[in-house]
């Protein structure tokens, strides 16, 4: 079996032994879907944003709402397409009113999901949306408007940290920072 082949069955195997989850409180919300992720097992970047939202609960995929529209616009003449990385969350489940997720949320899926996600796809590059994913992998509060753009080495992993989507919804004069950064994210991927 090729690596592509081993890191689709080992990420499927994943999603598998948690699409029921209740390990954190968020398993008993009215959920619809966990949002495991979804995209190439294979991926040189990969996306990790805050948490699904409504939309995201009902389709069982990250990123399709509004901001997921306004990330797809951007990547396309970037030369970043959707289907060659690979999109996930911190927490798999939707936070109720789109809360930001509690740190016993985040803690309990980064462990039981995420990092183990990360393991499998081994991505040459990491890149964060928004403050609370970034905070969520390097456990430490950060200011997103200062770091965003710039290089992180945290263990293992190769970070690019920029804004959230949602955020350049409310911003749109911060999306000119987002190319930029989605620029880098795809120089620092070849
Ligand atoms: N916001 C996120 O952080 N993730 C999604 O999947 C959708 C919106």
């Known amino acids: 079996m090729n690596t592509k082949n081993k890191k689709k069955l ?3 195997n994943l999603y598998a ?3 029921n989850c209740t390990a954190c409180p968020l398993g008993f919300q009215d959920r619809k879907n966990i949002v495991f992720g979804y995209g190439n097992s294979n991926a040189l970047i990969m996306f990790i944003g805050e948490g699904p939202g409504k939309d995201e609960d009902e389709q069982g995929k990250p990123f399709v709402g509004r901001s997921g529209k306004l990330l797809t616009k951007i990547l396309e003449p970037v030369g970043i397409k959707r289907e060659d990385v690979f999109i996930t969350n911190v927490v798999k489940c939707r936070p109720p009113q789109n809360r930001k997720p509690l740190s016993v949320e ?3 899926c980064k462990n039981l999901l995420l990092f183990k996600q990360i393991n499998i796809i081994k991505p040459k590059i990491i890149c964060t949306l928004g403050a609370s ?3 969520a992998l390097i456990e430490q509060p950060i200011k997103i408007s200062q770091i965003r753009g710039t290089i992180i080495h945290h263990k293992t992993l190769t970070i690019l940290p920029t804004y ?3 955020y350049l919804l409310r911003n749109r004069k911060e999306i000119e920072k987002f190319i930029s950064d989605m620029k880098k994210l795809k120089k620092l991927s070849l």
């Open 10 to 12: 080992l990420l499927e």
């Open 17 to 19: 032994q948690y699409q």
């Open 106 to 108: 985040s803690k309990t």
């Open 133 to 135: 994913a970034l905070e």
């Open 164 to 166: 959230h989507p949602a």
